[in-house]
Every structure is written in structure tokens, then in C-alpha cells.
């Protein structure tokens, strides 16, 4: 597309040898391959300058996909520091050129269920499996659970008690959003009373251009709030999905009342949340 659009050199890499073997034989088959360089290193690693490196001088659009459902977890953080810092022009486009991170609060006994294990399970009449008592009050993992959250029915399999709220947000061309550490306190407000165990759904969204109007987004259906979106007519996507963060599995029942602040503190390093 670069290419169709006038650029004159484009330097593509990507560090797994089969993948930029693969990127070379598709440049070659359409023809581009005295405008198109593959290199297969990390980013980190290309060299800039005149004479045998890899980019003649910094790069004024970057192109890149380096994101997982938590969207940090390939390590794009570093990767877009190092760009910024080496790779690129300080006017340079990057598609996509931001990126936000989003949770909302909601209960559900079933989804908490997977988090904490229960009393006795009971496989067939003659085998119970007892659960220790070490185990059922362990905390349980803060890890992720990557989930096909449109496949959730809303007021089935949970209930919303909070708007989403926006967690994290990275601008790749701005440094000071891509430090290795961030900690933020979202206050979620409570919108029906709640009663039961509470759980967070995340996902992301990505500018890819950079006013903003055109939006990558892996938002559940539900949180668009128009009868035309549903879990049918939603596009399928099994790139990235969402995930669950549990809270501590010691927190069984929560009493909240509507209109309540709830308070999570959120922190990150450089691949997770
Ligand atoms: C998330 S995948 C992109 C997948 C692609 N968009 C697709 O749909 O098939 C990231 C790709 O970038 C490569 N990669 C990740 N970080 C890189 C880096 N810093 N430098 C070069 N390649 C990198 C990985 O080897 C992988 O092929």
C-alpha cells in the first residue's frame, strides 16, 4: 500500500526467519522488490545510516502490529521506545499511532467460579474431589484470562455495574507514555447495587490514524449501546480477544450500593497488566 501510495524505499523486518522469508517471497511475487527491503532482525537491532545499514536515514511512517490481547504482551512498549528514539523522524506517522487500554466492572457468580475453587466437586456419585483448605483460600492468579467475551450473554452470564473506563493509554510516537512501569487508580462508578462477586473485563483499541476517526476496536458488543451491534452482527475476531482480571478470590461478595465509587488500583510493566 506504501508503495501504491508513492513511497519510494520501505524497509520491512521482523525477527521470526520464516515470517520474513514468507515477506520476501510475497514482495518478490508482486514485483516490489527493488523498492521493498525484508530484514529479518528485531527493530532494535536495524542500523541506521548511509552506507551498509539497514534504513538509509530515519523512517517518516511506520507500519507495525506487535500486540496481543492484553496488547503489551509481545512487547510493543519497548519496541515503539526504541523506534522513536532511533527508527524514526521526529514528524514520523505511526499506524496505528495510539492505543487505549479499557476495563469495566461487572458481577458474575458463573465467571468468578473459574477463579476459586469450591467446597467439594463432585465428578460422579461414588468420586468427590474435597478441596483443601489451603487451596479454597488461596487468592488465586492475577494473570489474565483470555476470553471470547462475545460469546457472553450480558444479564446471563454477568451483569454490568460500571461504565468502561480507560485504564492505560500509549501514544507510540510520545515517549513519556512508554515508560516500563505504570500505576493508575480507576475509580469505577457503580450504576445498579451490587451484591455478588465482581470481576473485571478488559480490552483495547487502537487509533489508526492519527485523528483518531478510524478506530481498531476490540470492544464487546454490549458496550456500544446500539440494537444493531449483538454478538451476531459484531465482526468475528480471533486475533485478540478480551480477558478477565479477577480480583483476589478472597473477595467472594461485594456490597455496593448504586452510584458507589470502587476503586482499582491498576499497575503494568513492560508485557502485562
Ligand atoms: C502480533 S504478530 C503480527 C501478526 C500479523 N499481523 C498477522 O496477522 O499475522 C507480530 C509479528 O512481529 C514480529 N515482531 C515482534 N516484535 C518485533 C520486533 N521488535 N522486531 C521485528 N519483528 C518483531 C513477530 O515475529 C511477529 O511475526
Redesign the pocket.
Known amino acids: 500500500m506504501s508503495v501504491k501510495s508513492g513511497v519510494h524505499r520501505v524497509v520491512a523486518?521482523?525477527?521470526?526467519e520464516p515470517?520474513a522469508r514468507c515477506a520476501q517471497n510475497i514482495v518478490n511475487i508482486n514485483g516490489f522488490s527493488d523498492v521493498i527491503k525484508v530484514v529479518n532482525?528485531?527493530?532494535?537491532?536495524?542500523t541506521v545510516g548511509s552506507v551498509g545499514c539497514d534504513l538509509e536515514r530515519k523512517a517518516d511512517l511506520l507500519v507495525?502490529?506487535?500486540?496481543?490481547t492484553e496488547l503489551i504482551g509481545?512487547?510493543?512498549i519497548?519496541?515503539y521506545r526504541?523506534a522513536a528514539q532511533h527508527l524514526l523522524t521526529s514528524d514520523a506517522l505511526l499506524v496505528p499511532s495510539r492505543a487505549k487500554i479499557y476495563c469495566q466492572l461487572v458481577e458474575s457468580d458463573s465467571l468468578f467460579s473459574y477463579h476459586q475453587f469450591t467446597d467439594n466437586i463432585e465428578i460422579n456419585e461414588h468420586f468427590i474431589i474435597k478441596c483443601p483448605q489451603n487451596v479454597k483460600s488461596c487468592d488465586g492468579s492475577n494473570v489474565l484470562h483470555d476470553i471470547q467475551m462475545n460469546q457472553l450473554k450480558p444479564n446471563e452470564d454477568f451483569i454490568v455495574v460500571s461504565e468502561p473506563e480507560v485504564v492505560f493509554e500509549f501514544e507510540f510516537n510520545n515517549i513519556s507514555t512508554l515508560g516500563s512501569k505504570d500505576r493508575k487508580t480507576i475509580e469505577f462508578k457503580t450504576i445498579r447495587e451490587v451484591k455478588g462477586p465482581l470481576v473485571l473485563f478488559m480490552w483495547w483499541t487502537t487509533d489508526m490514524d492519527f485523528e483518531g476517526e478510524i478506530v481498531l476496536s476490540c470492544a464487546p458488543f454490549w458496550t456500544y449501546n446500539d440494537s444493531a451491534i449483538t454478538s451476531k452482527t459484531i465482526p468475528w475476531r480471533d486475533?485478540w480477544i478480551q480477558a478477565i482480571y479477577y480480583l483476589s478470590a478472597n473477595n467472594k461478595r461485594f456490597e455496593l450500593k448504586a452510584n458507589q465509587t470502587f476503586k482499582v488500583e491498576a499497575n503494568r510493566d513492560e508485557y502485562s497488566l
Not at 13 to 16: A, S
Not at 64 to 68: I, K
Open positions: 523486518c521482523d525477527c521470526f515470517i532482525k528485531r527493530s532494535d537491532k536495524l507495525a502490529e506487535l500486540f496481543d509481545e512487547g510493543a519497548g519496541c526504541h486475533h
